[in-house]
């Protein structure tokens, strides 16, 4: 069975991505948690993903042949590969194509809205995020540019998600609207729809509550928030 090395559940979005895939695809893999305590070179994080990874980051897969695959979009093409039954990708050829073209443009993009709303799934932030909504153009132009994406896809498409069924792109923006709804930043309300069916799906759920059961608060992934009063 692969195994999938991830960050924590509630702020690591890049971890979520290919666990959220696998789970919602009921592709069965060995999770294996490696808790972020710092990212300096001499952290148990970077001593355990060192020798698993060249980058020594997660998220990882390493499957039962001892391939070793990192990066998002790696992990969901070779598990896309591997598994044809599951219909990862749309079928159709052109949709094919337009949903490698907003996954890439979310791997590579969102800057914005990545840097200033850190995923966090178990904060209520709605007051930091009327702050980012307020002084950050360039979050407003992100959420914007996802509107404009995600509506011209729900209405081609028909729904629920983006593609008709679940696909990557799905399990590809579940952090965003992890985000989303977090930091309560104000979408119409398809799209705060959309939002909430992602949120909804069992794969995600599932990834939901992990986040929750963890109550691990790390002051370095959450600057903008005071440490939770204990008792």
Same mark, same amino acid.
């Given at each position: 069975?692969?195994?999938?090395? /991830?960050?924590?559940?509630?702020?690591?979005?890049?971890?979520?991505?290919?666990?959220?895939?696998?789970?919602?695809?009921?592709?069965?893999?060995?999770?294996?948690? %490696?808790?972020?305590?710092?990212?300096?070179?001499?952290?148990?994080?970077?001593? +355990?993903?060192?020798?698993?990874?060249?980058?020594?980051?997660?998220?990882?897969?390493?499957?039962?042949?001892?391939?070793?695959?990192?990066? +998002?979009?790696? /992990?969901?093409?070779?598990?896309?590969?591997?598994?044809?039954?599951?219909?990862?990708?749309?079928?159709?050829?052109?949709?094919? @194509?337009?949903?490698?073209? %907003?996954?890439?443009?979310?791997?590579?993009?969102? +800057?914005?809205?990545?840097?200033?709303?850190?995923?966090? /799934?178990?904060?209520?932030?709605?007051? +930091?995020?009327?702050?980012?909504?307020?002084?950050?153009?360039?979050?407003?132009?992100? %959420? @914007?540019?996802?509107?404009?994406?995600?509506? @011209?896809?729900?209405?081609?498409?028909?729904?629920?998600?983006?593609?008709?069924?679940?696909? /990557?792109?799905?399990?590809?923006?579940?952090?965003?609207?992890?985000?989303?709804?977090?930091? @309560?930043?104000?979408?119409?309300?398809?799209?705060?729809?959309?939002?909430?069916?992602?949120?909804?799906?069992?794969?995600?759920?599932?990834?939901?509550?992990?986040?929750?059961?963890?109550?691990?608060?790390?002051?370095?992934?959450?600057?903008?928030?005071?440490?939770?009063?204990?008792?």
């Amino acid at each position: 069975m692969p195994k999938l090395y /991830i960050g924590n559940k509630n702020y690591s979005s890049w971890s979520m991505r290919p666990w959220v895939l696998l789970r919602q695809a009921g592709i069965a893999f060995d999770e294996v948690v %490696v808790r972020f305590d710092s990212f300096e070179a001499d952290s148990d994080f970077k001593r +355990t993903m060192g020798p698993v990874s060249p980058t020594g980051k997660v998220p990882v897969l390493v499957d039962d042949n001892g391939l070793v695959v990192w990066d +998002t979009l790696a /992990i969901a093409e070779y598990a896309a590969e591997t598994w044809p039954d599951k219909q990862l990708w749309p079928q159709d050829a052109k949709a094919r @194509a337009r949903a490698r073209s %907003v996954c890439a443009e979310m791997h590579s993009g969102f +800057t914005a809205l990545r840097g200033n709303c850190p995923m966090n /799934i178990e904060a209520d932030l709605a007051d +930091t995020g009327a702050l980012i909504w307020r002084d950050k153009p360039g979050v407003r132009a992100d %959420v @914007a540019r996802l509107v404009a994406m995600w509506s @011209a896809l729900l209405e081609e498409h028909g729904g629920p998600l983006l593609f008709g069924e679940f696909t /990557i792109a799905d399990a590809y923006f579940a952090p965003v609207c992890m985000r989303l709804h977090a930091y @309560a930043l104000p979408v119409p309300a398809p799209i705060k729809a959309y939002v909430d069916r992602v949120r909804a799906l069992p794969g995600v759920k599932a990834w939901i509550d992990g986040a929750l059961a963890e109550k691990d608060f790390l002051d370095f992934e959450e600057p903008y928030r005071l440490r939770p009063a204990q008792g």
